[in-house]
């Protein structure tokens, strides 16, 4: 079966690929760079020069061929194959009649935990947001425990805010409800470690992205230093990275994108070099329908799978697809169809027209740039 063409489709902040092949079997997939889709755009054209005219079924010789045929490597090229692996294994499962979780073992699981993201700008909209959000039937919340402005507060003012609405929160849903705090690399390791210690009484699942994760020498002396699990990965790109951040024992939870991390071919790997050290793997999901259904598979798949977003906002683009994935409260359901479940309806996207995102920037007080 060989690859005819390779297509992707700007549709309002997504990024999806579609791989054409000679007997007719179509595979979606989608990237997952989401700041900077126009520059993942451009690769996949550059890329598809290599696929077109090749077996679509040698999925792993194709992606050790392209990342390792130049010097370089980096997270746009890394997306755009991710994008590309995911259509493959879509493919891949079509041409069986197998849902891709099938290809990778069978299903370990028959539906898929997933947590929902506490809204709110004052702290009692944040403690009547997680009270909602419990009574949809999630058994699993994150927030980010900042309120607007905060970049222009002090340390001290942030912390207190932070510890204020955590502690809401906990009063409104109690303590049988998992609660994890998305940082969003917000801190500096001073502040990381104040606010962690406050939390402690507060039950807190996982500490995500105290600091930016550039450099793992400051993360790994935050976890040395206080006893909150921590939770880290969204922004890596390659199998490498996270061996290294799991080898250090720094983190509980590692934060692996689908559609940035390598699609299938290498998130299933990391996910296997993980479950080894007894850490669990809290896929980090950005994107459309697409983008769930193709997670959902490896979630499926993997033992050490713990949670990810629910992200209800994607429903909002359900009709680009044939098959979205269903939700029942605080789950996902895992799809029997074949591939990853679903078709794009190329018809529909023109609906939704491109949106890039702008550089807009989040300062400090001192008009110094913060996060």
């Known amino acids: ?51 077109v005219g090749k077996d679509a079924t040698r999925i792993e010789h194709h992606y050790q061929t392209v990342s390792r045929d130049a010097h370089f490597m980096g997270a746009a090229l890394s997306a755009a194959l991710s994008a590309i692996d995911i259509a493959l294994w879509d493919i891949a499962g079509q041409a069986v009649d197998q849902p891709v979780h099938q290809l990778l073992g069978g299903r370990v699981r028959d539906k898929i935990k997933v947590f929902a993201n506490v809204g709110g700008a004052t702290v009692p909209e944040c403690a009547a947001s997680a009270h909602q ?29 932070a510890v204020a609405m955590v502690a809401a929160v906990r009063d409104a849903v109690g303590f049988n409800i998992d609660l994890g705090l998305e940082i969003h690399r917000n801190l500096r390791p001073e502040e990381a470690i104040i606010l962690a210690r406050e939390l402690l009484p507060f039950r807190i699942l996982y500490y995500e992205d105290p600091l930016a994760p550039e450099t793992l020498e400051p993360m790994e002396y935050i976890a040395r230093t206080v006893p909150l699990p921590m939770a880290t990965g969204e922004r890596f790109y390659n199998i490498f990275q996270f061996k290294d951040l799991i080898d250090r024992k720094i983190v509980s939870l590692i934060r692996p994108d689908l559609s940035l991390a390598g699609g299938f071919t290498q998130c299933k790997k990391i996910a296997a070099i993980a479950e080894s050290a007894f850490v ?92």
Not at 345 to 353: A, I, N, Q, V
């Open 133 to 161: 959000q419990v009574s949809a039937g999630y058994l699993s919340l994150r927030m980010s425990p900042f309120l607007p402005g905060f970049e222009r507060k002090t340390p001290s003012q942030v912390i207190g805010e």
């Open 280 to 371: 669990g793997i809290f896929p980090h999901l950005m994107g459309s329908p697409v983008n769930i259904a193709a997670f959902s598979q490896l979630d499926a798949a993997i033992p050490n799978y713990v949670l990810m977003e629910s992200h209800p906002s994607a429903d909002a683009f359900n009709e680009i697809v044939d098959h979205p994935v269903e939700r029942q409260g605080g789950y996902l359901l895992v799809s029997d169809r074949p591939g990853i479940g679903l078709e794009i309806d190329e018809s529909k996207l023109d609906r939704f027209p491109y949106q890039p995102k702008k550089i807009l920037g989040n300062f400090h007080a001192d008009g110094s740039v913060a996060h």
């Open 1 to 51: 079966m060989k690859i005819e063409k390779i297509t992707p489709f700007l549709v309002d902040r997504f990024l999806l690929v579609r791989v054409y092949t000679d007997q007719g079997i179509v595979g979606n997939g989608e990237a997952g760079l989401w700041a900077h889709h126009g520059v993942v755009n451009r690769a996949i054209l550059e890329l598809s020069d290599y696929f």
